[in-house]
């Protein structure tokens, strides 16, 4: 089981990208065009991303469990 052995952040943030992997390879292999919606989603779950990844690495695992 991958998700017991990695720590429940990575793990969210790897599920969270999933949908943008899906996206990409869409729009590479298939010719699916990315129209201004999706555009926007997918800066939108990149930002959340990336701010989740920021906020979340300096915080210490208790301060971080705590929170939950």
Do not use: W
């Not at 990315?34 to 695992?61: E, K, R």
């Amino acid at each position: 089981m991958v998700n017991r052995s990695l720590p429940a952040l990575t793990t969210a943030l790897g599920v969270t990208a999933t949908p943008l992997v899906g996206i990409g390879m869409s729009s590479l292999a298939l010719g699916e065009r990315i129209d201004a919606t999706l555009g926007i989603a997918a800066i939108l779950m990149v930002a959340g991303i990336g701010i989740t990844a920021i906020t979340q690495s300096g915080a210490p695992a208790a301060a971080t469990s705590a929170k939950a």
